[in-house]
């Protein structure tokens, strides 16, 4: 699910016991001309208890493969039309 305002998106994320994890475009930090724009976070009880900084989205999506098995040029492929235009730009 693409949350716009927060630039995530969830990844195996569990409702029932708020566990999950997510994508994250840090705007800002690319504005400020960061190297590290996309996070993958590992969310508990809506906390972060682990985070890998990504320097592109096929990275991320690597960090998200390691985890569960996603194709990652299908990933790529159906993000690409959810992003918005700036942040499939950045990607």
Known sequence: MFEQTENTIRYK???????GFKLR????GAAN???C???????T????????PCE???EALEVLNH????DVAQERERLASW????LAEAA
């Open 45 to 52: 009880f809506r906390s972060i208890t682990n985070e890998w």
């Open 25 to 28: 475009y840090d705007a800002e």
């Open 67 to 70: 985890f569960f098995a996603i």
């Open 13 to 19: 994320w569990d409702p029932r016991t708020y566990t």
């Open 83 to 86: 992003l918005p235009a700036t």
């Open 37 to 43: 724009c996309f996070h993958v976070e590992d969310w």
């Open 56 to 58: 592109d989205l096929d």
């Open 33 to 35: 001309g960061g190297h």
